[in-house]
């Protein structure tokens, strides 16, 4: 369908509800026709050599490439230098320098909810996605307006990707050195000292002509990032009996943070075809500048008794001290027990075979955010100037993060290692978890950061590693990871009883959510209205009826209910091969990406279905209070694509499976024989694919989605499972060739 509203074509629309293309119009099919073949060069060297004193260890790498999106490259060089040397019999110094170069650019990008290819799925088929500009590099509006004080401009997204491209660029630092001191045999000392240090400018450039800054606009960030650590270690191990061994590590460190920032953003270039804050007047200009500080103080102990190698208990303890937290909150403890006992030392064939139970109890303390205490001012560049409050609010009542966990497991290596099992089951409860997310506007503040409550993870780890095949010529090994986890979410602050994230809210009929006692990773939204025995409530006109109580209703749950990694591994003379496949069940996704397209009318169960006679399956209410089965047949129109379908967030939600094949390697290494002639110590060719097989009953791209970003909203899982304009992971396939000396 062309662009238009339901009522026939119109130009000006940015939907494709309009009337049907004719026979003669050309529809372009620009998803494919958007994306492309990334190629990538990888260049790695090592070298190594020493004496019984001194050794050394120098290594490079280079690599640059594409992408499968248009005008996206990077390329990175990395050098590191190691070296330890034996000063005396009891001194030996270790030191390490690495230097990273990497400059990205990045041709797409998207907003704080994600929505990287938003406008590439959505880009009206009507129009060529490659035509954004003429031959004389001007722009190619596909539709115009101008009312004098306001211009509508419509361009292919590839004026953006192709023009005003982010790019960033950073060069790292890193140095290390460890003195160790060993007096006696049963004490080491050692002192480690490093720092991190890089820095980093990001910019970008919207040029002349693109819409909503058709004057141009320029933005600019430079950075200078300092980490500090310093550690310091004292080990103590001696048997203080015959068969009682106790070894003691206590040990402080100090880490230290800072970030230098400068920021200049302008509007309007005075000269169109110069990119520079120096072409913009002052007027049109802002700048701002940060400077983030964070310092750590800890000192630990650990001490752990042996008794034969079959029972051993230990006791760790750690109390740290953050700047980021409010004086009377910056201590913080941190203290754990763990035991174990190697059950297989009763045993006369205790050599043939090996067992092991194990048990712990820890609590891990978190600090805040830098800067999370106290609001900050910034500039009011209104009329009379003066300062206003950051719209980012401070608390003072922030308390240390705090996670309790109880571990269970076992161990065990039957017919002398041939197999391997391991298993495992937690139970992990955090307290007072800090986060970052909006808060109500009566609080003078838009976001704000606070300890939101208490949630709960419990769950079973296995790991099964075995060689099922070992001859002279051939063995097959195996690797299969099962793990499953169950969350709660047990207590938010005062009456709340949903929390949104922050970043996870694409549209109203569905946001990445938290409710009070269901699972953590939630989604929330609009339903249809359904009766007590679960049947879809239809209304008097024919069409469903959304439920009206509440749009913040549990609709979904993006936690897995079981996932699986199998990892083989054959090696048959010179040729190894090895894949490893990814497994998981359950779990829901919100595909937001269609959500989009269905209002948009751009989506291809909405070309499948729309005007075409329907009746619903669902019951009628009649005036008695009772249901009788929904025979009327209505039409799929706009109307109701628009305004039901698109309103209700569980048309949106997919309970997901996939298998996947992460990577498959084959590699061949010539024999020594024939490496010895060229005079190389070894030579090995290997092929490999990433991501070659996807088997999933989703109807988007690719299920493993994070709309934001790992970290959005404050918390690694916030949008995880929320698919709003991703772009799917690529399957890549490399050809690489290894060379020794």
Not at 43 to 50: L, R, S, T, W
Not at 113 to 118: F, L, R, T
Not at 360 to 382: E, F, M, Q, R
Not at 390 to 409: M, Q, R, S
């Amino acid at each position: 369908y062309t662009s238009g509203t339901g009522s026939g074509f119109d130009e000006s629309s940015i939907s494709s509800w309009g009337r049907k293309y004719r026979s003669d119009e050309f529809i372009y099919n620009n998803i494919d026709r958007f994306f492309e073949t990334g190629l990538i060069n990888d260049i790695n060297f090592n070298v190594n050599g020493g004496t019984d004193k001194y050794n050394f260890y120098t290594s490079g790498n280079y690599r640059d490439g594409g992408s499968i999106i248009p005008n996206t490259e990077s390329d990175k060089l990395s050098v590191l230098i190691k070296g330890t040397a034996k000063l005396s019999q009891k001194l030996e110094l270790t030191a390490s320098a690495n230097y990273i170069k990497n400059n990205i650019k990045e041709g797409i990008v998207g907003g704080s909810s994600g929505g990287y290819a938003n406008n590439i799925y959505m880009y009206p088929l009507r129009y060529d996605i490659k035509r954004y500009q003429y031959e004389n590099g001007e722009p190619y509006y596909e539709y115009y307006e101008s009312s004098g004080s306001e211009e509508t401009a419509r361009i292919s997204p590839m004026w953006g990707i192709m023009k005003n491209a982010r790019n960033t660029g950073t060069q790292r630092f890193v140095i290390n050195g460890n003195l160790a001191y060993k007096p006696v045999e049963w004490i080491n000392l050692s002192y480690r000292v490093g720092q991190d240090f890089y820095n980093q400018n990001y910019g970008y450039v919207n040029v002349p002509g693109t819409p909503n800054y058709m004057d141009g606009r320029i933005y600019q960030t430079k950075g200078n990032y300092l980490y500090q650590t310093n550690i310091f270690n004292s080990t103590f191990d001696k048997k203080i009996v015959q068969d009682l061994r106790a070894t003691l590590i206590l040990g402080a460190s100090s880490e230290y943070y800072e970030a230098k920032t400068n920021s200049f953003s302008g509007e309007n270039f005075v000269v169109p075809d110069i990119y520079s804050i120096n072409n913009i007047a002052a007027s049109n200009l802002i700048s701002s500048e940060g400077f983030r500080r964070r310092q750590r103080y800890a000192v630990y102990g650990d001490f752990k008794l042996d008794y034969k190698n079959m029972l051993s208990i230990g006791v760790t303890g750690r109390n740290d001290w953050s700047s980021t937290l409010p004086k009377e909150s910056r201590s913080f403890y941190s203290p754990s027990v763990s035991g174990s006992f190697t059950f297989s030392e009763l045993f006369d064939n205790k050599n043939d075979w090996f067992g092991k139970f194990r048990a712990s109890y820890a609590k891990v303390g978190k600090d805040a955010p830098i800067y999370a205490t106290y609001t900050s001012l910034l500039p009011y560049l209104g009329v009379g100037g003066g300062y206003q409050n950051n719209a980012t609010g401070g608390n003072i009542n922030l308390v240390a993060e705090t996670t309790i966990e109880n571990e269970y497991g076992v161990e065990l290596r039957l017919f002398r290692n041939r197999l391997n099992i391991e298993a495992a089951y937690y139970d992990k409860e955090s307290h007072d978890q800090i986060v970052t997310a909006r808060v109500p506007l009566p609080t003078g503040f838009v976001i704000q950061t606070f300890n939101v409550g208490k949630l709960r993870n419990r769950g079973l780890e296995l790991s099964l590693t075995g060689s099922p095949i070992k001859t002279k010529d051939f063995t097959w090994s195996a690797t299969l990871n099962a793990w499953r986890n169950r969350s709660k979410m047990l207590e938010f602050p005062g009456q709340i009883q949903v929390f949104p994230y922050t970043f996870g809210q694409p549209y109203n009929a569905g946001k990445a959510a938290s409710m009070l006692n269901m699972p953590v990773l939630g989604i929330v939204g609009t339903d249809y209205k359904k009766t007590e025995d679960g049947y879809t409530v239809i209304g008097a006109d024919g069409y469903p009826v959304i439920n009206g109580e509440s749009d913040a209703l549990y609709i979904g749950n993006r936690e897995p209910k079981f996932n699986i990694g199998l990892l083989n591994k054959f090696n048959y003379k010179n040729f190894n091969l090895s894949f490893l496949w990814d497994f998981r069940f359950g779990g829901d996704v919100y595909n937001a990406t269609r959500l989009g397209m269905v209002a948009r009318g751009i989506a291809y169960d909405v070309g499948e279905w729309r005007d075409k006679s329907f009746v619903f399956n669902g019951v009628v209410e009649q005036a008695d209070g009772s249901f009788i089965k929904n025979n009327k047949e209505v039409v799929l129109n706009y109307n109701y694509f628009v305004n039901n379908y698109a309103a209700v967030g569980t048309n949106f939600i997919e309970t997901v499976n996939w298998a996947r094949v992460r990577y498959i390697t084959l590699a061949y290494t010539l024999p020594r024989k024939y490496s010895d002639r060229l005079k190389l110590s070894r030579l090995s060719v290997e092929v490999s694919a990433q991501n070659p097989i996807l088997f999933t009953n989703y109807s988007g791209g690719d299920p493993e989605v994070n709309s934001a970003g790992p970290n959005a909203g404050g918390g690694g899982g916030s949008t995880m499972g929320v698919d709003y304009g991703a772009i799917p992971i690529s399957r890549t396939y490399s050809l690489g060739i290894s060379v020794g000396f």
